[in-house]
Nanobody
Framework: QVQLVESGGGLVQPGGSLRLSCATS????????LGWYRQAPGKQRELVAV???????EYGDSVKGRFTISTDSVKNTVYLQMNSLKPEDTAVYYC?????????WGQGTQVTVSS
């Protein structure tokens, strides 16, 4: 069983920053894809940022230049540094991992950007 546990969400003002963490129960090198998606109320879940096969990264268009994904192979953790946050970034953020052809999801963490 693969477990993904997110932390770091919360309330932040527009223009502020947050860092999300996702601790995995497997080595991050075992994931074909590992990263973050988000879902806002009434909207479909969308890509935020992922690492592909431990190397290349892919970002959603709306977060390019503001968000950065990174990994720590010792802690088996993937991070999402979010800067210049906007109200439209408000959503539940989910950690996602593709492991042995199966998708795994964390429980989600709420990020609210509001003044």
């Amino acid at each position: 069983q693969v477990q993904l546990v997110e932390s770091g969400g919360g309330l932040v003002q527009p223009g502020g920053s947050l860092r999300l963490s996702c601790a995995t129960s497997r080595s991050i090198f075992n994931f074909n894809r590992l990263g973050w998606y988000r879902q806002a109320p009434g909207k479909q879940r969308e890509l935020v940022a992922v690492v592909i096969n431990g190397g290349s990264t892919e970002y959603g268009d709306s977060v390019k230049g503001r968000f950065t994904i990174s990994t720590d192979s010792v802690k088996n953790t993937v991070y999402l540094q979010m800067n210049s946050l906007k109200p439209e970034d408000t959503a539940v953020y989910y950690c996602n991992g593709l492991y042995r052809a199966r998708d795994y999801w964390g429980q989600g963490t709420q990020v609210t950007v509001s003044s």
